[in-house]
């Protein structure tokens, strides 16, 4: 019988974490007062100290603590499947491989990087950490991770989703987090906005300073970040190593390799491990970075210094990005709402080791259904833009006759997106066009920093 | 490092069912009007022969087909945990196991059956299968399987679970279920309730006769059915024989297994393979099947011929029962309201090869809490049942110094529960009394048949 899944033994996570900083001359992120290159120090207020250090690390391996691993073990390794039923469906010459992050007690790839940030923090002596969250995804992972090590969490969720995705905060509660409707009354950056209106919708700008400063301000309480920075990147590499581990299982090796990116750190834990051996001439795979035409840094912004807020707090980094100002339309991919995008994504997009596409919001739809439909798993709508750009891939190998092999990232589970279905089902869901005239505007407030 | 995870081999998929009928001398069903023992024919009108065969099959090992076992791969085998937090957290020499079929796309055991049956009736030239679901674990997995065959299916949801579990609905739809609100104006059983108050909430009761009645009337339709029947259990067993595999990988052996009952099928499941063996006097394992006490046939109910369904129009069943008219209070375990209990389990229990039990609702999401909190996933509240009385036994191995090896199943996770667990922080859920009164009315209605 022809195999499905690719599994491995507990024994068989990785014991390193892949850096691919030494591979890559990435740009300094800038103080955005003085625009000199930023100093470890003002990371370290808010940053656990190893987090900092693997931030600039240019060692190529970096150890994955026991404590951590031992986390890791409740779900990991995952399992890499051959989607054979698609394949059938599409009737396609080529392999279609997904490697799934679902399987994860909070539903996607996000605790590789909280359980690693939380037992940083934990060993620093914190005694708390805090963060922000939008659909929920990257905050119930934080509570989880942060709860594995007994360290209490504050997640500052957007009012907004708050009301919409109510299954979020008991999963979070399910793990002591203590959530909080943002724009709230307990910190500077939220008070005068909840003082106006205490219904207040909220952003992921204002829920990102309420974080920052509830951290800043307390001695033992350190912020943490779900995607963009490096060594978030970084910890989500565990994805790419178990998945070369597996190809090997499979005696196969993939032509081409997809994933969806917000801040970019689900694709590029899948893709780093892969893209080493390219940029060190081993291998010629290409990469597929896929984002939704509603929110397009890599196919519609420009590569330039940018503040990774909208509050204009944090440093400058030099990314691709729409502008620190630009708010998406409200798509149901909450994860894929963001201005910009991973600096090391950004520079391997900047260098053509990867290529961008865009895919709307009724293609993502479609996809996703067709890919349920066959293979069970309904994919959360992320990964959805990886699904459909994946089938577009196998459908041009249908008309060519190319036998390639191609492996996307399916990140997350549906199970907190069942209405965005049932919107889609009841023609509820509009095109979504893509926001030229806001982009333009937002683009034109873009620091003067080249 | 100590192991946490068991995995099996997709190849390591049992080939074959395990049939404990040969073992049991079980009272066969009766024709409700002539109380002689019911024809096969009746069955027939509305099962697939396979299933009416394997009913009542003498053979104790059954072949599992080829494309059942294709289907199976998508998730199965599901992975067995040693669930050392918890052990550490309880401070028992006592060692604690879990089997997790949570892993399945509709996220329970549920599909191990729904996928035979659908193949089943999709191989005897089928055009629809229907059934009935209460919470919707088991409509999604007929959904589910049904689909994978291309074979169209209707739920018929009880109405006020269609309003309080929304997210369901789009589920089963992603899977091209058809789902209709019942009571509904589609069938004899539901119009005129329909036509009284088109928002009448509905009752289990009601969506089965309606189900049942939709595959009656039409030709190449049948009903399909998620517990309670022999041939349910069979299908189940994968789940058994499966850990016997995983146990032994493990170089250790259950000495208690616990489950959670409703219908009992998952409970059967995982414990059957094991039960042959202490029958045939190999092995002498403990086995507790935990009931809620809002719902108690094992504990409170008697064992006697009931009707399977409170409209009274199934055969007659030897069970602990009730009383088919038994309502049980708006418990948050739906899948454990019901008045009966599988032949198979009640002939066990009869015979003392298992020890009932029942757990409040709050003593049950205490235990779920406390599981989640140190393993991370958030379970279901039908198998938090079977947490509470794995650590009460932990606990009791804790006093007595006994090193047991404990084993319970985990047959599905919480993700679309959050509601209820959301009410029992909010200090919402009050105490559910034992229904004494209720139990002792329907008990009155027990038709009069030794």
């Known amino acids: 019988m022809n195999q499905l899944k690719f599994s491995l033994e507990e024994s068989e996570i990785p014991e390193k974490w892949y850096n691919i900083l030494p591979l890559l001359s990435l740009e300094p992120p800038l103080n955005p007062k003085s625009l000199d290159p930023a100093e470890k120090e003002d990371l370290l207020k808010i940053f656990a100290k190893p987090c900092v250090e693997q931030e600039m690390s240019q060692e190529s391996w970096i150890d994955i603590p026991e404590k951590v691993r031992k986390i890791y073990r409740h779900w990991r390794p ?20 997904y490697k799934y992050e679902g399987v994860s007690p909070p539903g996607s790839h996000k605790p590789n990087t909280a359980v690693a940030q939380a037992y940083y923090n934990k ?25 594995q090590f007994d ?15 109510p299954d979020r905060r008991p999963m979070m509660e399910a793990w002591n987090g203590e959530v909080i409707p943002s ?38 309480v350190h912020y943490t970040i779900g995607s963009v920075l490096n060594h978030v990147l970084l910890h989500q590499t565990v994805i790419g190593l178990e998945t070369k581990k597996q190809f090997k299982k499979a005696g196969d090796e993939p032509d081409i390799m997809i994933g969806c990116a917000g801040g970019g750190s689900s694709f590029a834990g899948f893709s780093l491990p892969f893209i080493g051996d390219v940029i060190e001439g081993e291998k010629n795979t290409n ?4 984002e939704p035409t509603a929110c397009p840094s890599l196919t519609s912004g420009r590569y330039r210094y940018d503040f990774g807020d909208s509050a204009q707090e944090t440093p400058l980094i030099k990314m691709y990005t729409l502008g620190h100002d630009f708010v998406p339309p409200p798509i149901h991919s909450g994860g894929l709402r963001y201005h910009g995008m ?11 080791v990867m290529e961008p596409v865009a895919v709307s919001q009724m293609e993502m739809f479609e996809a996703a259904l067709e890919f349920s439909d066959v293979e069970g798993i309904i994919p959360a709508p992320e990964p959805g833009h990886a699904i459909q750009q994946t089938i577009k891939e196998a459908k041009r190998c249908r008309e060519t006759g190319e036998e390639k092999t191609i492996a996307f990232l399916l990140c997350g589970h549906g199970h907190f997106d069942m209405e965005a279905y049932r919107e889609y089902y009841s023609d ?8 030229e005239d806001e982009i333009e505007k937002s683009m034109d407030k873009l620091p003067d920093v080249e």
């Open 78 to 97: 995952t399992p890499l499947f051959r989607a054979r039923d698609l394949e059938d469906m599409i009737g396609t010459p080529a392999k279609i491989y």
């Open 123 to 147: 060993k620093e002596g914190m005694e708390r950490v805090t963060t922000e969250t939008g659909a929920g995804q990257w905050g119930s992972a934080l509570s989880y991770g942060a709860n």
């Open 183 to 220: 724009p709230s009354k307990k910190t500077e950056a939220g008070k005068d906005r909840f003082n106006e209106d205490s219904e207040n919708p909220g952003s992921l700008g204002i829920a990102i300073a309420e974080a920052i400063e509830d951290a800043a301000k307390h001695e033992n």
């Open 151 to 165: 360290l209490p969490s504050t997640v500052y969720m957007v009012r907004i989703s708050y009301r919409q995705k």
């Open 287 to 290: 990469f597929r970075v896929v």
């Open 342 to 352: 991973a600096p090391i994504i950004s520079k391997l997009v900047e260098e053509e």
């Open 428 to 435: 509820e869901l509009e095109h979504i066009e893509y926001p």
